[in-house]
Structures are given as structure tokens and as C-alpha cells.
T-cell receptor, first 112, second 116 residues
Framework: RKEVEQDPGPFNVPEGATVAFNCTYS??????FFWYRQDCRKEPKLLMSVYSSGNEDGRFTAQLNRASQYISLLIRDSKLSDSATYLC????FGGGYNKLIFGAGTRLAVHP | EAGVVQSPRYKIIEKKQPVAFWCNPISGHNTLYWYLQNLGQGPELLIRYENEEAVDDSQLPKDRFSAERLKGVDSTLKIQPAELGDSAVYLC??????????????FGQGTRLTVV
């Protein structure tokens, strides 16, 4: 089993739609969680961190459920510019250092 | 402020030849990562440095891959000899990490390697 698993996608949605991505992680000792965005042939960039209480940044809402080891990302009012791959990232602290583990990514295509 | 700089951006080599990638992290970042990314997949960690110490190289194929981070700043990743299956994007990232905490990892633009 992979340490971080995501919905395989791709998600094809019209502009204005609401779309949700899910992610599960296997290491219960994981401490911090993130969503990164990666555009085609570009490097990953941080979209947002994920906090236990849930957090929102404009049209984006992230949720964390530690009991179920589950992370989600909700995008409301999708824009064409949201088309990208969304990577779930889990940080585990062990042996005195942090370790970032990436999911395989979920591809989103927003169409007119 | 300059971001993470990688070179070269693209490299095409014949199989069995050696190849090297270079990374200059963001100034002051003590943690440096090398990731490999295949098409349609997320980045997979090859090696992680804390300053000049390689603290996690369990995923690095040591028979052909090697890495170094002299003086805890720049890093090089080498493959010798390269195989067809090594064709991928090699990403370098850096962050300012500390015990018990984490800050955002910034990525370079990557080196796209094609082995023919």
C-alpha cells in the first residue's frame, strides 16, 4: 500500500462547478499536510496547508480527519485556470527530521 | 530573492553514459531534496539532506546513483551508467526545516532527462 493515495482522476468539470479531491495516508504519526498544485511541465507549488480545524482560502477549502487519516480539497466555482494536477503531501517527523511524501496527484480539467 | 535553481533544464544522453544534475537551493535553506517524477506520477523522494548530511537515501539506487552536498549548499546528483528507465524529470527542492517543524518546500524547475 502506498503511503499517500489519491483519487486517480482525471476530473473533467465545467466552469463554475464544485469539485472535491480526497487523499488518504497510512502513517498515523504524520504531522502536517499540504496540497500542492502542479501545472503541466512545471514544478509543484504549495497551494495550501491543511489544519485540523479545516481551513479556507478563497474558493479552496481543505479538511483533515486524523481519525480516518483522510484529507480533502474542495474547489468551488471552478475556473479554467484551476486546470492542473493537485498533489496531496504528507509530512512525517521521525528520527529528528521531516519527510515529505507525495501522492500520485489528481488531474483536474476545467472546460468552458 | 532567487528560487531553487537547477541545471541543465534538459538532457539527452545515450544509455550507459554518465549524467550529472546540479541544484542551488534557496539561500539559508538547510533541507534539500532530490525527487524523481515520472509522467503521470507524483514526485518520489530519492534523497534528503539536512545541511551536508544525507539523512534519508533509502530510495536512492546506490548501484548507479550518487549524490553529494558539499558545504551544505549546492548539490549534485549523478547517474552512472544511465539506463533507459532513468528517463524522467529530476526535481530539486529546499526548505527551512527544523526539529518538530516544517516550512514550505520550494521546487526548482527540474531537469528533464531522456535516455536513448
Amino acid at each position: 500500500r502506498k503511503e499517500v493515495e489519491q483519487d486517480p482522476g482525471p476530473f473533467n468539470v465545467p466552469e463554475g462547478a464544485t469539485v472535491a479531491f480526497n487523499c488518504t495516508y497510512s502513517n498515523s504519526a504524520s504531522q502536517s499536510f499540504f496540497w500542492y498544485r502542479q501545472d503541466c511541465r512545471k514544478e509543484p507549488k504549495l497551494l495550501m496547508s491543511v489544519y485540523s480545524s479545516g481551513n479556507e482560502d478563497g474558493r479552496f477549502t481543505a479538511q483533515l480527519n486524523r481519525a480516518s487519516q483522510y484529507i480533502s480539497l474542495l474547489i468551488r466555482d471552478s475556473k479554467l485556470s484551476d486546470s492542473a494536477t493537485y498533489l496531496c503531501v504528507v509530512n512525517t517527523f521521525g528520527g529528528g527530521y521531516n519527510k515529505l511524501i507525495f501522492g500520485a496527484g489528481t488531474r483536474l480539467a476545467v472546460h468552458p | 530573492e532567487a528560487g531553487v535553481v537547477q541545471s541543465p533544464r534538459y538532457k539527452i544522453i545515450e544509455k550507459k553514459q554518465p549524467v550529472a544534475f546540479w541544484c542551488n537551493p534557496i539561500s539559508g535553506h538547510n533541507t534539500l531534496y532530490w525527487y524523481l517524477q515520472n509522467l503521470g506520477q507524483g514526485p518520489e523522494l530519492l534523497i534528503r539532506y539536512e545541511n551536508e548530511e544525507a539523512v534519508d537515501d533509502s530510495q536512492l539506487p546506490k548501484d548507479r546513483f550518487s549524490a553529494e552536498r558539499l558545504k551544505g549548499v549546492d548539490s549534485t546528483l549523478k547517474i552512472q551508467p544511465a539506463e533507459l528507465g532513468d528517463s524522467a524529470v529530476y526535481l530539486c527542492a529546499s526548505s527551512l526545516a527544523h526539529r518538530g517543524g516544517y516550512t514550505e518546500a520550494f521546487f526548482g524547475q527540474g531537469t528533464r532527462l531522456t535516455v536513448v
